[in-house]
Protein backbone atom coordinates (compact mmCIF):
# COMPACT_ATOMS: atom_id res chain seq x y z
CA UNK A 1 0.00 0.00 0.00
CA UNK A 2 2.73 2.54 0.89
CA UNK A 3 4.71 1.42 -2.10
CA UNK A 4 1.24 2.23 -3.92
CA UNK A 5 0.90 5.79 -2.65
CA UNK A 6 5.07 6.52 -3.16
CA UNK A 7 4.57 4.63 -6.71
CA UNK A 8 1.55 7.13 -7.80
CA UNK A 9 3.30 10.06 -7.12
CA UNK A 10 6.43 9.19 -8.85
CA UNK A 11 4.31 8.12 -11.79
CA UNK A 12 1.64 10.99 -11.55
CA UNK A 13 -0.87 7.80 -11.96
CA UNK A 14 -4.16 8.56 -10.35
CA UNK A 15 -5.06 4.49 -11.07
CA UNK A 16 -2.38 3.81 -8.33
CA UNK A 17 -3.40 6.30 -6.11
CA UNK A 18 -7.01 4.70 -6.09
CA UNK A 19 -6.16 1.62 -6.28
CA UNK A 20 -3.82 2.21 -2.82
CA UNK A 21 -7.20 3.81 -1.33
CA UNK A 22 -8.99 0.59 -2.36
CA UNK A 23 -6.30 -1.23 -0.64
CA UNK A 24 -5.91 1.47 2.40
CA UNK A 25 -9.97 0.98 2.83
CA UNK A 26 -9.79 -2.52 3.83
CA UNK A 27 -6.92 -2.19 6.02
CA UNK A 28 -8.43 0.55 7.77
CA UNK A 29 -11.52 -1.30 8.21
CA UNK A 30 -9.64 -4.22 9.36
CA UNK A 31 -7.94 -2.16 11.92
CA UNK A 32 -10.77 -0.56 12.73
CA UNK A 33 -12.73 -3.62 13.47
CA UNK A 34 -10.05 -4.82 15.64
CA UNK A 35 -9.65 -1.96 17.58
CA UNK A 36 -13.47 -2.00 18.37
CA UNK A 37 -13.32 -5.88 18.78
CA UNK A 38 -10.48 -5.14 21.58
CA UNK A 39 -11.99 -2.08 23.02
CA UNK A 40 -15.81 -4.34 23.15
CA UNK A 41 -14.17 -6.34 25.80
CA UNK A 42 -14.76 -3.94 28.25
CA UNK A 43 -17.41 -4.63 31.05
CA UNK A 44 -21.03 -2.91 30.88
CA UNK A 45 -21.71 -0.40 32.81
CA UNK A 46 -25.00 0.29 35.03
CA UNK A 47 -25.45 3.03 31.87
CA UNK A 48 -24.24 0.98 29.45
CA UNK A 49 -25.89 -2.46 30.20
CA UNK A 50 -24.33 -4.02 26.72
CA UNK A 51 -21.22 -2.76 27.39
CA UNK A 52 -19.14 -1.29 24.03
CA UNK A 53 -20.48 -3.68 21.23
CA UNK A 54 -21.36 -1.03 18.65
CA UNK A 55 -17.81 0.10 18.84
CA UNK A 56 -17.38 -2.25 15.79
CA UNK A 57 -20.94 -0.99 14.32
CA UNK A 58 -19.55 3.05 14.48
CA UNK A 59 -16.33 2.25 13.10
CA UNK A 60 -17.79 0.34 10.27
CA UNK A 61 -20.35 3.32 9.50
CA UNK A 62 -17.32 5.99 9.72
CA UNK A 63 -15.13 4.02 7.47
CA UNK A 64 -18.00 4.04 4.54
CA UNK A 65 -18.62 7.69 4.73
CA UNK A 66 -14.78 8.07 4.50
CA UNK A 67 -14.86 6.20 1.55
CA UNK A 68 -17.85 7.58 -0.19
CA UNK A 69 -16.16 10.96 -0.04
CA UNK A 70 -12.27 9.43 -1.38
CA UNK A 71 -14.51 8.22 -3.90
CA UNK A 72 -16.53 10.98 -5.00
CA UNK A 73 -13.21 12.34 -5.03
CA UNK A 74 -11.36 10.11 -7.16
CA UNK A 75 -14.55 10.45 -9.83
CA UNK A 76 -13.84 14.38 -9.77
CA UNK A 77 -10.53 14.21 -10.35
CA UNK A 78 -10.81 11.06 -13.42
CA UNK A 79 -13.32 13.90 -15.24
CA UNK A 80 -10.91 16.15 -15.03
CA UNK A 81 -8.03 14.23 -16.14
CA UNK A 82 -10.41 12.62 -18.76
CA UNK A 83 -11.12 16.46 -20.07
CA UNK A 84 -7.15 17.53 -20.36
CA UNK A 85 -4.90 14.23 -19.84
CA UNK A 86 -1.48 14.49 -18.15
CA UNK A 87 1.74 12.85 -18.82
CA UNK A 88 1.64 9.21 -16.83
CA UNK A 89 5.13 6.99 -16.84
CA UNK A 90 3.62 3.99 -17.94
CA UNK A 91 6.36 1.53 -17.08
CA UNK A 92 6.71 2.71 -13.25
CA UNK A 93 2.73 1.99 -13.14
CA UNK A 94 3.19 -1.43 -14.45
CA UNK A 95 6.19 -2.47 -12.00
CA UNK A 96 4.16 -0.95 -8.58
CA UNK A 97 0.76 -2.71 -9.90
CA UNK A 98 2.63 -5.48 -10.24
CA UNK A 99 3.87 -5.94 -6.85
CA UNK A 100 1.07 -5.36 -5.33
CA UNK A 101 -0.80 -8.26 -7.32
CA UNK A 102 2.07 -10.65 -6.33
CA UNK A 103 1.08 -9.38 -2.71
CA UNK A 104 -2.59 -9.49 -3.62
CA UNK A 105 -2.06 -13.07 -4.93
CA UNK A 106 -0.07 -14.57 -2.26
CA UNK A 107 -2.80 -12.78 0.47
CA UNK A 108 -5.45 -15.01 -1.84
CA UNK A 109 -3.13 -18.30 -1.36
CA UNK A 110 -3.33 -17.82 2.06
CA UNK A 111 -6.62 -16.93 2.59
CA UNK A 112 -8.24 -19.42 0.52
CA UNK A 113 -8.82 -22.17 3.00
CA UNK A 114 -9.71 -20.20 5.80
CA UNK A 115 -12.62 -18.39 4.01
CA UNK A 116 -14.74 -21.53 3.95
CA UNK A 117 -14.61 -22.08 7.17
CA UNK A 118 -15.24 -18.72 8.89
CA UNK A 119 -17.21 -15.62 7.37
CA UNK A 120 -14.63 -13.52 8.79
CA UNK A 121 -11.79 -15.03 6.72
CA UNK A 122 -14.22 -15.03 3.59
CA UNK A 123 -14.74 -11.34 3.87
CA UNK A 124 -10.57 -10.72 4.03
CA UNK A 125 -10.55 -13.37 0.65
CA UNK A 126 -13.43 -11.12 -1.57
CA UNK A 127 -11.17 -8.08 0.30
CA UNK A 128 -8.09 -9.61 -1.35
CA UNK A 129 -9.51 -10.71 -4.56
CA UNK A 130 -11.16 -7.10 -5.18
CA UNK A 131 -7.59 -5.46 -4.32
CA UNK A 132 -6.36 -8.52 -7.23
CA UNK A 133 -8.56 -6.82 -9.38
CA UNK A 134 -7.78 -3.36 -8.77
CA UNK A 135 -4.03 -4.33 -9.73
CA UNK A 136 -4.78 -5.88 -12.84
CA UNK A 137 -6.62 -2.67 -13.80
CA UNK A 138 -4.02 -0.67 -13.06
CA UNK A 139 -1.26 -3.08 -14.72
CA UNK A 140 -3.67 -3.37 -18.10
CA UNK A 141 -3.69 0.61 -17.80
CA UNK A 142 0.16 1.10 -17.39
CA UNK A 143 0.50 -1.24 -20.41
CA UNK A 144 -1.16 0.95 -22.57
CA UNK A 145 0.59 3.65 -21.63
CA UNK A 146 3.57 2.05 -22.55
CA UNK A 147 3.28 0.54 -25.51
CA UNK A 148 0.39 3.32 -27.32
CA UNK A 149 1.11 7.02 -24.96
CA UNK A 150 -2.85 6.70 -24.85
CA UNK A 151 -2.60 8.54 -21.29
CA UNK A 152 -6.52 8.87 -20.79
CA UNK A 153 -6.21 4.81 -19.73
CA UNK A 154 -5.10 6.40 -16.67
CA UNK A 155 -8.05 7.64 -15.29
CA UNK A 156 -10.61 5.43 -17.00
CA UNK A 157 -8.66 2.40 -14.86
CA UNK A 158 -9.30 4.75 -11.57
CA UNK A 159 -13.35 5.09 -12.83
CA UNK A 160 -12.90 1.10 -13.19
CA UNK A 161 -11.51 0.72 -9.43
CA UNK A 162 -13.84 3.11 -7.95
CA UNK A 163 -17.04 1.43 -9.06
CA UNK A 164 -15.29 -1.71 -7.93
CA UNK A 165 -15.13 -0.14 -4.56
CA UNK A 166 -18.85 1.03 -4.58
CA UNK A 167 -20.92 -2.41 -3.59
CA UNK A 168 -18.31 -3.15 -0.80
CA UNK A 169 -19.14 0.57 0.57
CA UNK A 170 -22.92 0.33 -0.26
CA UNK A 171 -22.49 -3.31 2.17
CA UNK A 172 -20.75 -1.40 4.79
CA UNK A 173 -23.48 1.14 5.35
CA UNK A 174 -25.78 -0.73 4.82
CA UNK A 175 -25.07 -3.41 7.09
CA UNK A 176 -24.29 -0.54 10.14
CA UNK A 177 -27.58 1.55 9.40
CA UNK A 178 -29.84 -1.95 9.76
CA UNK A 179 -28.05 -3.18 13.32
CA UNK A 180 -28.17 1.10 14.17
CA UNK A 181 -32.21 0.79 13.02
CA UNK A 182 -32.76 -1.90 15.46
CA UNK A 183 -33.82 -4.13 12.28
CA UNK A 184 -33.87 -8.06 12.70
CA UNK A 185 -30.63 -9.77 11.14
CA UNK A 186 -31.17 -10.29 7.11
CA UNK A 187 -30.10 -14.56 7.76
CA UNK A 188 -32.94 -15.05 10.89
CA UNK A 189 -36.30 -14.41 10.06
CA UNK A 190 -38.85 -13.61 12.62
CA UNK A 191 -41.69 -16.01 10.81
CA UNK A 192 -39.19 -19.21 11.96
CA UNK A 193 -38.50 -17.72 15.34
CA UNK A 194 -42.66 -17.71 15.78
CA UNK A 195 -43.02 -21.22 14.74
CA UNK A 196 -39.93 -22.70 16.72
CA UNK A 197 -41.65 -20.88 19.95
CA UNK A 198 -45.02 -22.39 18.83
CA UNK A 199 -43.60 -25.59 18.88
CA UNK A 200 -42.86 -26.01 22.37
CA UNK A 201 -45.36 -27.75 24.30
CA UNK A 202 -47.86 -25.32 26.31
CA UNK A 203 -47.42 -22.62 24.23
CA UNK A 204 -50.25 -20.81 22.25
CA UNK A 205 -49.59 -17.93 21.24
CA UNK A 206 -46.69 -15.65 20.06
CA UNK A 207 -46.80 -11.27 20.47
CA UNK A 208 -44.78 -8.35 20.85
CA UNK A 209 -41.77 -10.63 18.79
CA UNK A 210 -38.79 -7.61 18.68
CA UNK A 211 -35.72 -8.98 17.16
CA UNK A 212 -32.48 -7.14 17.10
CA UNK A 213 -28.43 -6.91 16.26
CA UNK A 214 -26.38 -5.53 19.23
CA UNK A 215 -23.16 -6.03 17.10
CA UNK A 216 -22.44 -8.55 14.35
CA UNK A 217 -22.75 -11.78 15.52
CA UNK A 218 -24.86 -10.92 18.83
CA UNK A 219 -28.37 -10.88 18.84
CA UNK A 220 -31.25 -10.35 21.06
CA UNK A 221 -34.71 -11.04 21.34
CA UNK A 222 -37.88 -9.81 23.58
CA UNK A 223 -40.95 -11.83 23.29
CA UNK A 224 -44.32 -12.33 25.20
CA UNK A 225 -45.64 -16.02 24.77
CA UNK A 226 -48.87 -17.04 25.96
CA UNK A 227 -49.27 -20.33 27.65
CA UNK A 228 -52.27 -22.67 28.72
CA UNK A 229 -50.16 -24.70 31.39
CA UNK A 230 -49.39 -21.87 33.47
CA UNK A 231 -48.02 -24.08 36.49
CA UNK A 232 -45.16 -24.82 34.26
CA UNK A 233 -44.40 -21.49 33.25
CA UNK A 234 -40.53 -21.30 34.25
CA UNK A 235 -40.36 -24.73 32.47
CA UNK A 236 -41.70 -23.03 29.18
CA UNK A 237 -39.50 -20.17 29.69
CA UNK A 238 -36.38 -22.00 30.23
CA UNK A 239 -37.33 -24.06 26.82
CA UNK A 240 -38.01 -21.31 24.85
CA UNK A 241 -34.35 -19.88 25.82
CA UNK A 242 -32.68 -23.04 24.74
CA UNK A 243 -34.72 -23.06 21.41
CA UNK A 244 -33.63 -19.35 20.99
CA UNK A 245 -29.67 -19.92 21.98
CA UNK A 246 -29.59 -23.26 20.10
CA UNK A 247 -31.29 -22.76 16.57
CA UNK A 248 -30.79 -18.66 15.96
CA UNK A 249 -28.01 -17.74 18.26
CA UNK A 250 -29.83 -15.55 20.62
CA UNK A 251 -27.04 -13.93 23.10
CA UNK A 252 -30.08 -12.31 25.32
CA UNK A 253 -33.75 -13.37 25.04
CA UNK A 254 -35.83 -11.35 27.27
CA UNK A 255 -39.51 -13.44 27.35
CA UNK A 256 -42.60 -12.84 29.24
CA UNK A 257 -44.86 -15.41 29.94
CA UNK A 258 -48.83 -15.04 30.60
CA UNK A 259 -52.03 -17.17 30.68
CA UNK A 260 -54.19 -17.74 28.18
CA UNK A 261 -56.49 -16.13 30.87
CA UNK A 262 -54.60 -13.04 31.88
CA UNK A 263 -53.78 -12.28 28.50
CA UNK A 264 -57.43 -11.98 27.11
CA UNK A 265 -58.34 -10.15 30.34
CA UNK A 266 -55.31 -7.51 29.61
CA UNK A 267 -56.21 -7.60 25.82
CA UNK A 268 -59.59 -7.02 25.90
CA UNK A 269 -59.55 -4.37 29.17
CA UNK A 270 -57.19 -2.67 26.56
CA UNK A 271 -59.23 -2.71 23.50
CA UNK A 272 -62.15 -1.23 25.64
CA UNK A 273 -60.10 1.54 27.41
CA UNK A 274 -58.86 2.99 23.77
Known amino acids: MVVEIIGSILANSLALVTDAIHMFSHVGALIMTLFAITFATKPPTPEKSFGYYRLEVLATLFNGIILILLVLYIFFQAYQRLLSPTDVLGSLMITVALIGLVVNLIGAKLLHHSSKESLIFRSAFLAVVMDTLGSIGVITAGIAIFLTGW ?20 NLIKASANILMESAPEHISPKKIEEALLSIDGVTGVHHL ?19 KPEEWDKIREQAIKVLKEKFKMAHSTIQVEDEETHIRLHVKKESIE
Open 210 to 228: HLWTITSGVYAISVHLTIN
Open 151 to 170: HIADPIASLFIALIMIPSIY
